[in-house]
């Protein structure tokens, strides 16, 4: 029998232990035995990235059903403990159960957990708190805990859940931990780097014994233990250790403890975290070649052997702990894999996946491909559809002497991220960076041997500093001064008006901001490959989870003053990240910004869409998603980090890989007619006040934690969506793009927000006069950018005074919508009925003719013949009405089961209030309409002819689609067809109706003319 080490588990056990215990028990939820009621599960309402979750989890339904568990345990000492258990706790539903510890029949102890009002541990930083919504996902792992006096011998906890809290969840409960250390809190269990371990996740550990005999040569046997979705990620816990002649250590023992040919080593035993899939990295030390055996459990349990050595190469394992959510999709029915042989195992999978269509060429899809194993990497990449390499140009595939066959390298990618953010470039000194620039491009070029045109990333989730970090920078404290100063204004009078200055404070800042990177653009263009782009990267336009300017970046302001030349952002990220995110067709709204930033100097465009497995997107969302933006004009996507160890990666999940693949082969048959066309704009757009931005910033937040007040960001996004389903293409117009006279070219716009300038106020005002349709929304425009009243549009309204009630700061429609109550309900005269939630306006009535009631009859809607044109305003958000209904009161986590609404997509929106906003437009016409109202058309137009585009987001196929097209009065149709299969075509006068048998995700309808 082998012998096994002690002192060296002795001592790696310490090493896992910065904080001595003098007992303590960690128990698997898993480990009671399961009585009635309860369950194993692999799932849960948040079972995905950033939260950690210990192996697996049990679970009880949400009802009062009883249910009971329990576990049997030796307290070795009478004394006083503490039990802290972790469970899922979804905001504002409940998930009580109670736990008792029993001792000879006799209750030692008990309480509830899970109840709304309880305070509870929270990680990221929160600590101890009673729950409300968060600036971000809102089901969270919490803690609770109960002490109870113990005394020595057998004892037993006893789980039980009956009677619930309405609305209610489902209970689960990942882990109890007893000590008797009362001190001890939780921690923040995301932080598990630089030494920092969370004090109750990090004792769940599972030993993984090693053993190495030399065949060779010296040397010593290193190991580094850490999680394989985080690998080198900056979060990432990494624990090193040697085993030499001596044993075990931590620290590099010197070359007279090398183990020499023909030795053998005892098992050493390293405890490894069980919250994630455990890699383990095996190197040697020397000239040896090592044979090196893995353990599970115990000696006996050998899962891998692996031969290591000589020089610095490294192998890396990946060893299963019981953690099914990410080891199905990562090592499939394996316990151990290296990282080659799971690239390969993943390459087998895709190469035998084959679905129809034909590989795209010219429009791209990337990921990042990491430099471990880039061979295989590559392969599994193609494999799975991309044919491109986001961040990076690896020479292996874009240099002159390429091995690497199958992507596109007519175009590479680079990341300068906030490289130019810095005080010097702030100040106007871009001296060092251009350095900086110069030696990038020329070592670029040395490892390519050629010149390639570039899409650079130039913006990480940043803005400019604060203010008053500027102004104690000379230069930008001049810069202001000079700003002012053009505004008719001085300090001196800034400082003394508070309205003044929070307006003139932020607006600097945005201009300071986009002239930094205008100046940076100019340097690219001027360093790198002619054809370079410079795109806004990972910069994230609220969709309503945040005001519009909350990091101090006006992203109309950052186009339109050639700031980038290249639209990116990372919206998709809102999908598992904040319940402001609908679904797919959310991409849409993304679509609309786009074109609204890249009209100035007609900005190609591309982006991320978020594929992260680990975080809970799912292939359905990357499906619908891609091909929505690659049918409405997109070039390139990114799905962000393909390969492992990473922690945003899909490359351990090969149902996300397929989907890739479905997208690829699928846009691949029509990418000819798609890559050079262009939407045709909609006549009807809805308005973005930077004004209204720099004022929602003003109103403090209610309550700690919230996302700050973000309603007309999100009332932009869902009447956006409305106006979809009612088939009308859409456009997104700045308050400077009224004054620039963009609103010409349109015959509708949606005003949303309480503030513009006055320039924009009599923009639309003369607009109107001249026979547009002005809709607006609970706010009307009253207020101007100093934040006084603004009388401008009262008269086209056809009011004499307007108040404004807000009751709310966010009203996400996955979280707040769910629990809030109508604050009224108008009546429209057409007997239709909206309900009013978040923002309400009543009016006293001028000359304008009252078309909607509140319940006590007061005006609720006004419509004023105004000139040649017409006002409208309704003093409720139509937004939430409309989406209210189709989201069910479930709890938001990330990347859960049906149950859990960050992977709901709604389908059952409410008619009526799409029917009132139908009567309000009266006979405005859309030149594209699907007989559905969730499959989008898409019209673009190509120079010999349109293309239709449809994706189809009623999450289920739709048969006998009809489609009416149109086009400009004397268009000459030479033919018309679908490249994906039978079509059937009538004309009636000017307008084309096409018939289309099945669609179930995406279709496509090529016009030619003569």
Request: proline share 6%; with cysteine; glycine share 8%.
């Amino acid at each position: 029998m082998e012998k096994l080490a002690i002192a060296g588990s002795l001592l790696v056990y310490f090493l896992f232990c910065p904080i001595s215990y003098c007992f303590e028990l960690p128990i698997e939820a898993e480990s009671f035995k399961l009585i009635k009621g309860w369950k194993i599960t692999d799932d849960g309402y948040f079972p995905s990235l950033p939260n950690f979750f210990s192996r697996q989890k049990i679970e009880a339904d949400s009802s009062d059903n009883f249910a009971q568990a329990s576990f049997s345990f030796d307290v070795p000492e009478t004394k006083a403990y503490k039990l802290w258990v972790r469970y899922e706790s979804c905001y504002g539903f409940g998930s009580v159960f109670n736990v008792k510890i029993v001792q000879k029949n006799a209750v030692k102890a008990q309480s509830d957990f899970g109840r709304k009002e309880d305070k509870k541990f929270f990680p990221f930083g929160r600590g101890e708190t009673v729950q409300g919504p968060w600036d971000w996902h809102n089901t969270d792992y919490v803690y609770q805990t109960m002490e109870a006096k113990l005394e020595k011998g057998p004892a037993t906890i006893i789980l039980t859940k009956s009677k619930n809290q309405k609305p209610a969840a489902r209970r689960i409960i990942d882990l109890f931990y007893l000590t008797d250390d009362l001190s001890i809190v939780p921690g923040n269990d995301w932080i598990w780097s630089r030494g920092n371990r969370p004090p109750i996740l990090s004792r769940f550990t599972e030993p993984v014994y090693v053993r190495a005999s030399v065949e060779s040569g010296s040397g010593l046997l290193k190991l580094i233990t850490g999680f394989a979705i985080l690998g080198a990620h900056p979060y990432a816990p990494r624990e090193t250790y040697f085993i030499s002649k001596s044993g075990i250590r931590d620290k590099q023992p010197d070359k007279n403890e090398y183990l020499d040919t023909g030795s053998s080593t005892d098992w050493y035993k390293v405890n490894v975290y069980t919250v994630a899939v455990p890699e383990i990295v095996v190197s040697q030390i020397g000239d040896a070649i090592m044979n090196v055996d893995i353990a599970l459990g115990k000696p006996s349990n050998i899962v891998k052997t692996i031969k290591v050595g000589p020089g610095k190469e490294e192998k890396t394992v990946f060893v299963a702990v019981g953690l099914k959510k990410y080891e199905k999709g990562l090592l499939g029915n394996h316990k151990a894999l290296t990282f080659d042989e799971m690239i390969k195992k993943q390459i087998g999978i895709l190469e035998k996946y084959n679905p129809p269509g034909k590989p795209a060429q010219k429009i791209l899809l990337t990921g990042v491909i990491r430099d471990i194993f880039p061979e295989l990497q590559f392969q599994l990449a193609v494999a799975s559809g991309l044919n491109g390499q986001a961040y990076s140009t690896h020479p292996l595939i874009y240099g002159t002497d390429s091995k690497l066959k199958g992507f596109n390298t007519d175009t590479g990618f680079y990341s300068l991220q906030n490289a130019h953010l810095t005080k010097d470039c702030y100040e106007g000194d871009f001296s060092k960076l251009e350095t900086r620039y110069r030696q990038i491009a020329d070592d670029l070029f040395k490892k390519l041997g050629r010149t390639l045109p570039l899409h650079i990333k130039l913006l990480e989730e940043t803005g400019p500093p604060n203010f008053e970090t500027l102004m104690s920078w000379p230069k930008c404290k001049e810069m202001f001064d000079l700003y002012l100063k053009q505004n008719g204004l001085s300090y001196e009078q800034v400082s003394n008006d508070s309205d003044l200055f929070h307006y003139h404070s932020i607006r600097f800042r945005t201009k300071l901001f986009a002239k930094v990177n205008a100046d940076a653009t100019r340097l690219i263009e001027k360093i790198f490959p002619a054809g370079t782009v410079v795109n806004s990267g990972s910069v994230f336009p609220t969709i309503g989870g945040f005001p519009s300017i909350a990091r101090g970046d006006d992203i109309f302001l950052l186009f339109r003053e050639r700031g980038v030349t290249e639209y990116s952002s990372e919206i998709s990220w809102g999908l598992c990240g904040t319940p402001d995110y609908i679904g797919p067709q959310t991409q849409s709204y993304e679509v609309a910004l786009a074109r609204a930033l890249s009209k100035y100097y007609n900005c190609p465009f591309g982006s991320y869409l978020i594929a992260a497995g680990t975080y809970g997107y799912s292939p359905e969302f990357v499906e619908l998603a891609s091909y929505l933006m690659y049918g409405s004009g997109f070039k390139w996507l990114h799905y962000y980090v393909f390969g492992f160890p990473d922690g945003c990666t899909y490359m351990g999940h090969p149902e996300i890989m397929k989907a890739t693949k479905n997208v690829n082969k699928k846009i691949g048959v029509v990418e000819d007619y798609l890559f050079d066309a262009k939407v045709v704009p909609g006549k009807i757009a809805i308005g973005w006040s930077s004004t209204t931005d720099i004022w929602d910033l003003a109103r403090k937040p209610s309550y700690p934690h919230s996302p700050g007040n973000c309603v007309y960001p999100q009332e932009r996004h869902l009447l956006y969506l409305l106006l979809r389903h009612l088939q009308y293409p859409v456009e997104i117009l700045s308050e400077e793009d009224l004054i620039e006279g963009y609103l010409k070219d349109f015959d509708v716009y949606f005003l949303i927000g309480d503030h513009l300038k006055p320039e924009a106020a009599n923009a639309i005002k003369d607009w109107v006069k001249n026979g547009g349709i002005l809709i607006s929304v609970a706010g009307g425009g009253f207020f101007d950018h100093y934040n006084k009243p603004l009388d401008t549009l009262k008269d086209v309204f056809g009011i004499s005074q307007a108040k404004l009630e807000k009751t709310v700061d966010a009203i996400r429609p996955k979280l707040e919508l769910l629990h809030l109550q109508p604050l009224d309900i108008i009546t429209f005269n057409s007997g239709k009925k909206m309900k009013v939630f978040g923002y309400k306006q009543t009016f006293v009535v001028g000359d304008g003719k009252v078309i909607g009631v509140y319940q006590n009859g007061e005006p609720a809607a006004i419509e004023k013949i105004y000139g040649k044109g017409r006002a409208i305003i309704i003093g409720a958000l139509p937004g939430p009405a409309y989406v209210k209904d189709a989201i069910p009161v479930a709890p938001y986590g990330r990347g859960g089961d049906k149950d859990e609404l960050s992977l709901f997509f709604p389908t059952q929106y409410n008619k009526e209030v799409r029917s009132i906003i139908k009567d309000l437009l009266g006979d405005v016409k859309s030149n594209l309409v699907c007989s559905h109202p969730l499959v989008e058309g898409v019209l673009l137009e190509r120079k010999d002819g349109y293309v239709i585009t449809l994706t189809n987001f009623s999450m289920k196929k739709q048969k006998n689609i009809t489609v009416e097209f149109f086009p400009p009065q004397g268009y000459c149709v030479k033919k018309i067809f679908s490249p994906y299969g039978k079509i059937g075509i009538d004309r009636s006068g000017e307008k084309f109706i096409i018939k289309i048998p099945e669609i179930d995700k995406f279709h496509c309808i090529v016009f030619e003319q003569f």
